[in-house]
Each structure stands twice: as C-alpha cells, then as structure tokens.
C-alpha cells in the first residue's frame, strides 16, 4: 500500500522565522511531504512529532534537520513549545542539488533527524537563525539567488558538523549503516551509468539480498529508490539551473533518447521534464 501524502513547499526561495509557536504548528497536525529543505532549532519547551512516520519527543536545545522528501506530523504539545527554523525551498534546493551537498550525511540525517545540542552549539544556531531572519524579513532587502545558496551552504556546514560530532562523540557507526553510506558513495560515482541494484551488490562485494535488506531497515527505502533519488536530483538540477535542452540533459544522464528520460522522470517526479521546468 502506498500513501499519497500532500506536498508541502515555501512561498519564497528563503523562509526564516524565531518565534513559531504552538499556534501555528498546529497548521501542520496532518502528515505532509516537505518538498523545501528545513532545520529548526527548539527554543523552548516540548512536542511531539512524527518524522519519516518515528515518532520524536523534540526539546529545548533539540537540532531538527528535514530534507526534502521528510514526512512530517506535528502531534500533541507537551507543554508550551517555540521553534526557530530557516527553510529553503525546492526552487533552491533543487538548484543547488542539495542532496548532493549533503550526499556524506544522508543515511545520518534520515536516521537522527532530531539532536541534542549542548548550551553552546545551540546558541550558535539561534544567533544564526536570527540572522538570516532580520534578512528574510526585511522588505528593503532583496536576497538575491547567490546569497540564498551562501546561507544554505552555511546551515549545511554547520549542520554537518553536528551530525559528525554527534557519530564521534556516541557510537560507531554499524555495519549495516557502514553499507548504506557505501552505497550512496557508491551510486554518486556511477549513476550516470549504472543504475542496477546488482551492480553495487558487486561493487560493495556483498550479495543483492543482503544490500537489500540492509538497505530497507535503515533507510526505509528499497535500493533502486537511492538510485533513483540521486539520478532525479541530477536532473532536476540540471532543468532548473541549465540552459541544457531536454536531450542534452538525457543524454548527460545516459539516457537513450529523451523520451526514455522523459518516462523515467515523470514516473519518479509526476511530470515531464518540461512542466518541471516551467513549474
């Protein structure tokens, strides 16, 4: 059975906030599907929440990261709560390929989409957030493109020192997790030109079914769908920040023709190449 979650996105390029309260979470009591990239910060108080369908008790000092694609349901609070966040669009995120940017932390991310920060980190963030909400919030400034893509890579510096932190100072990583992070190192360097789960089965010198499996318990994904991800983000990227044509785009990809590409593309994303590109 598969879920038609409904899509979430921001208004603008950037969206930054300090003060989101109980009020306005409670907007976001129904599962959504973020198709914007956010990270949040708890300033105050508790709720919880579900993420990627796990649930979440988040706390004051709690580092929240959701890359697009995250299933988010905002449950009961457990007392008051205020939240600071800056989030990114898909216009932006999909320009930049952030998934690519953040292709070393993906399995980490997904699995610990919620840390503790100690008094310090947290203050780090919050000034941050302030920041870039003075910027977002003032109707005399323009933020142009560049500058959005500086602030993202900024989170995404500061974000990915966390996490790296974080794996040092509490456990090693797993074998099984150890897989998945091969896996996606493996399928950013070949696929453009592989795209069948055997080969990295090979490649990683382990069967298909073990990579399958492992795979499916710690990402909640099958392997073909990493691969997928990966290859659509490419394209995506490409779409909206090229004036690459649709083939060229196809064949960069090592698609056959443009038609193949355009079938790939509309039964992982729900539209051709042109109606995302002009979306």
Do not use: W
């Given at each position: 059975m598969t879920f038609d979650f409904p899509q979430v996105d921001l208004p603008s390029e950037i969206v930054a906030w300090t003060d989101v309260t109980e009020d306005i979470l409670n907007l976001?009591?129904?599962?959504?599907?973020?198709?914007?990239?956010?990270?949040?910060?708890?300033?105050?108080?508790?709720?919880?929440?579900?993420?990627?369908?796990?649930?979440?008790?988040?706390?004051?000092?709690?580092?929240?990261?959701?890359?697009?694609?995250?299933?988010?349901?905002?449950?009961?609070?457990?007392?008051?709560?205020?939240?600071?966040?800056?989030?990114?669009?898909?216009?932006?995120?999909?320009?930049?390929?952030?998934?690519?940017?953040?292709?070393?932390?993906?399995?980490?991310?997904?699995?610990?989409?919620?840390?503790?920060?100690?008094?310090?980190?947290?203050?780090y963030f919050k000034e941050y957030f302030a920041f870039v909400t003075r910027l977002a919030c003032n109707e005399e400034i323009t933020i142009a493109p560049e500058m959005t893509e500086a602030l993202l890579n900024t989170v995404l510096a500061a974000t990915r020192m966390v996490y790296k932190n974080y794996s040092k100072a509490n456990r090693k990583s797993s074998r099984k997790e150890e897989i998945c992070k091969e896996l996606v190192q493996a399928v950013a360097q070949h696929y453009v030109t592989e795209r069948k789960a055997l080969f990295y089965a090979n490649t990683l010198g382990i069967s298909l079914q073990h990579l399958s499996t492992t795979v499916k318990q710690v990402t909640g994904k099958n392997v073909l769908d990493i691969i997928a991800y990966i290859v659509i983000m490419d394209a995506k990227a490409k779409l909206k920040s090229t004036q690459m044509t649709i083939q060229e785009i196809a064949f960069s990809l090592n698609f056959p023709t443009a038609s193949f590409f355009g079938k790939y593309f509309k039964r992982h994303v729900g539209m051709t190449p042109v109606q995302f590109r002009e979306s």
């Open positions: 976001y009591r129904q599962s959504c599907r973020l198709k914007a990239g956010i990270f949040a910060i708890c300033m105050e108080g508790s709720i919880k929440a579900s993420i990627n369908l796990i649930d979440y008790e988040i706390k004051e000092n709690d580092l929240i990261t959701l890359l697009p694609g995250s299933i988010i349901q905002l449950r009961e609070k457990t007392e008051k709560v205020r939240l600071s966040f800056v989030g990114f669009s898909s216009t932006c995120t999909e320009r930049v390929n952030l998934f690519k940017l953040f292709l070393d932390l993906f399995h980490k991310t997904t699995e610990h989409p919620v840390l503790p920060l100690n008094q310090e980190a947290a203050g």
